[in-house]
C-alpha cells in the first residue's frame, strides 16, 4: 500500500490566489481527515469526512476554506483567496475505523507571499 | 472537550539513557490512544497504538503505557539513541473518531 498520497508536497503562491491541496487516502478506509500545522498552534483539525461525507467542519477557519471528498479515494481542501496567515503545513489522515489508528500523508507546506 | 498534554515539551538526554516521555487527557472514554513521531520538515509516522482495553504495546526499543483511569499515557524509550531525536507527539481517539493532540515533546539525544 502506498499510504495516504498528498499533492503537491510544496506550494508557493500570491495572497489572493486560490490553492487546492490534494488527498488520496489508503483504499478501504472509510475516515478521512484534513489537519494544518503551525509553530504556534500545533495541530488542528480543521474537517473530516465519513464514507465521502462531511461529519465534523467546525475546525474550518472562515469561509475561505473548503473540503470535498467526491468519492472515496480523493479529497481536496481548498482556499480561496489565501492569505499570508494560511501558511502552514497542511496534513491528510485516514483511517480503517478511527478505532484501528489514522495513517497521515506528508503533508503539503503551503507558503501564502 | 479532550484535552491533551504533554510534559515535557522538550528534552535533552545523553546517549545511552533510558527515557520516559508523558501523556496526559482530560477525557478517559477513549477508544485509542495513539504514538506519533515528527521528524523535522516531515509527516507523522505512527509509532504505537494501544487500544482502550489494553495496558501497553511494544515495538522494538519503545513501551507505551496507558492508565485510561488516571488519564495517562506514558512512552518509554531504552537505550536511547541520536537517531530517536524528533518531536513524539501523542493523540487520543474518542467519541466521533476525533483525533486530538497534545502539543508533543521534542527529544534532542547527544551523541
Known amino acids: 500500500d502506498a499510504g495516504v498520497i498528498q499533492s503537491p508536497r510544496h506550494e508557493v503562491t500570491e495572497m489572493g490566489q486560490e490553492v487546492t491541496l490534494r488527498c488520496k487516502p489508503i483504499?478501504?478506509?472509510?475516515?478521512l481527515f484534513w489537519y494544518r500545522q503551525t509553530m504556534m498552534r500545533g495541530l488542528e483539525l480543521l474537517i473530516y469526512f465519513n464514507n465521502n461525507v462531511p461529519i465534523d467542519d467546525s475546525g474550518m477557519p472562515e469561509d475561505r476554506f473548503s473540503a470535498k471528498m467526491p468519492n472515496a479515494s480523493f479529497s481536496t481542501l481548498k482556499i480561496q483567496p489565501s492569505e499570508p496567515r494560511d501558511s502552514a503545513v497542511y496534513f491528510c489522515?485516514?483511517?480503517?475505523?478511527?478505532?484501528?489508528?489514522?495513517?497521515f500523508g506528508s503533508g503539503t507546506r503551503l507558503t501564502v507571499v | 472537550k479532550q484535552e491533551v498534554t504533554q510534559i515535557p515539551a522538550a528534552l535533552s538526554v545523553p546517549e545511552g539513557e533510558n527515557l520516559v516521555l508523558n501523556c496526559s487527557f482530560t477525557?478517559?472514554?477513549?477508544?485509542?490512544l495513539q504514538w506519533f513521531r515528527q521528524d523535522p520538515g516531515k509527516g507523522l509516522t505512527s509509532l504505537l497504538l494501544i487500544q482502550s482495553s489494553q495496558r501497553e504495546q511494544t515495538s522494538g526499543r519503545l513501551n507505551a503505557s496507558l492508565d485510561k483511569s488516571s488519564g495517562r499515557s506514558t512512552l518509554y524509550i531504552a537505550a536511547s539513541q541520536p537517531g530517536d531525536s524528533a518531536t513524539y507527539l501523542c493523540?487520543?481517539?474518542?467519541?466521533?473518531?476525533?483525533?486530538?493532540f497534545g502539543g508533543g515533546t521534542r527529544l534532542m539525544v547527544k551523541p
Open positions: 483504499s478501504g478506509h472509510d475516515y
Open positions: 489522515a485516514s483511517s480503517l475505523s478511527g478505532k484501528d489508528g489514522y495513517t
Open positions: 477525557d478517559s472514554a477513549i477508544y485509542n
Open positions: 493523540a487520543s481517539t474518542n467519541a466521533g473518531n476525533m483525533l486530538t
